[in-house]
């Protein structure tokens, strides 16, 4: 059975660890940050070609902000239930670690099994491989990093990251949009309060009650704007997360790629400095010798590239189908709640609106010019009394003269 595990980071976000709880069970362990990058660094490198979401990285200068911190759980809490699913994944030895031991032999794990980069002489063979091709060429040429499959692979994943980050970054314009609409209909509401006062009975009801469903309309903007888009932009990211992570994917094989085409260059170069040697007019052993074993070390590197391509482009052809149908399936479900959740914001402001309309009808009971009672009150008066001394509100005056105060 899949547990599953959901992530606390402290309140304060002051100490150097988190929580992690299973929800099954209620076990808790604790781990830092870093921890779960190290699990994330061991994953992609032991196990190439499995697409996991990708954590986002430390941000060492810039500000703490609650939402940051709710990013940061939420990419954590994907990514660690998102290895506990996977058939594969979950079978991982530091992913055991990472569950099952103390903070101290994590520690003496994660030691162990300190990240290996590159030597220098395989650094250096690709810049030889590169710097060769430059050279015979006049500039350098361009590498063939995959095959049709792959590329097409590539272009699907591309496509989606730009589009995605389009519609995260439009997203947030519609959610700030929303949200500033909600001021102007309060405002025109409250406009129509200020004219209430001056009347009684339906009229002032009816301008009273437009106040209200216009502060009902923008209150229903603020809420949509801080819950629904708020939402879709957290599921939308998430599924950003997991989109970069098949594009590191098959840049991992792009890089692999590159190094195996390095690594052919190499041989032959061994090959041909062997054949030199034992074709020369008095061929030496001290020297056919060390060719030959340098000739068997280039063909181990090769073998050892093409075990290694053929593995990661196995493993990225498995999980792109299922890359696929989770985001997918991940689009539907986020495109689903988001109509909903909007079309019941509308609904809810028809409802108000359409509420309104008898009101409105109730207007022509007040058009008696025998029911007409001036009310002054308010704010009312200072006009009033401003306009009986001579002194009219420069607005008012405006107004009449159908020019603005600066005009």
Not at 67 to 77: A, F, G, H
């Amino acid at each position: 059975d899949v547990v599953r595990w959901e992530i606390t980071p402290p309140v304060d976000w002051c100490g150097p660890h988190g929580s992690i709880q299973s929800k099954e069970d209620g076990e808790s362990i604790t781990r830092r940050y870093s921890d779960i990058l190290w699990l994330e660094d061991s994953i992609l490198r032991d196990l190439p070609g499995r697409i996991v979401p990708l954590l986002p990285r430390k941000a060492y200068f810039s500000f703490i902000t609650r939402e940051s911190l709710e990013t940061q759980r939420r990419s954590c809490e994907m990514f660690l239930n998102h290895l506990l699913s996977h058939s594969v994944l979950r079978a991982s030895r530091d992913l055991g670690a990472f569950l099952m031991t103390s903070l101290e032999a994590l520690d003496v794990a994660k030691r162990a099994r300190a990240t290996r980069v590159r030597s220098y002489s395989q650094i250096f063979k690709e810049i030889k491989y590169q710097l060769g091709n430059t050279l015979s060429s006049g500039k350098e040429r361009p590498v063939v990093l995959s095959d049709p499959e792959f590329q097409n692979m590539l272009n699907y994943v591309l496509g989606l990251f730009t589009g995605l980050k389009k519609a995260i970054r439009v997203g947030k314009d519609l959610s700030r949009r929303v949200r500033e609409s909600g001021k102007p209909w309060r405002e025109f509401g409250q406009a129509f309060a200020e004219m209430g006062s001056c009347e009684t009975g339906p009229v002032a009801k009816a301008f009273e009650q437009l106040a209200f469903t216009s502060d009902r309309t923008a209150a229903l903007r603020l809420a949509e704007a801080d819950e629904l888009f708020r939402h879709l932009d957290w599921v939308l990211n998430d599924l950003l997360r997991y989109i970069l992570g098949a594009r590191e994917v098959l840049r991992q094989r792009a890089s692999l790629v590159l190094s195996w085409q390095a690594a052919q260059s190499d041989m032959e170069s061994k090959r041909s400095s062997l054949s030199k040697a034992k074709a020369s007019e008095k061929p030496k052993e001290s020297k056919i010798k060390p060719a030959g074993a340098e000739l068997e070390e280039a063909e181990r590197t090769v073998r050892m590239h093409d075990n290694r391509l053929k593995q990661i482009e196995a493993n990225i052809r498995e999980e792109i189908p299922a890359f696929r149908t989770h985001v997918l399936t991940q689009f539907k479900l986020a495109l689903t709640k988001f109509t909903q959740d909007h079309s019941a914001t509308v609904n809810q402001d028809m409802a108000a609106w359409e509420a309104y309309m008898p009101f409105v009808g109730a207007i022509q009971t007040a058009l008696d010019p025998d029911s007409f009672i001036p009310q002054v009150h308010g704010s009312n008066r200072r006009l009033s009394e401003a306009y009986e001394s001579g002194e009219e509100d420069e607005e008012a005056k405006g107004a009449s003269t159908g020019k603005t105060p600066e005009e």
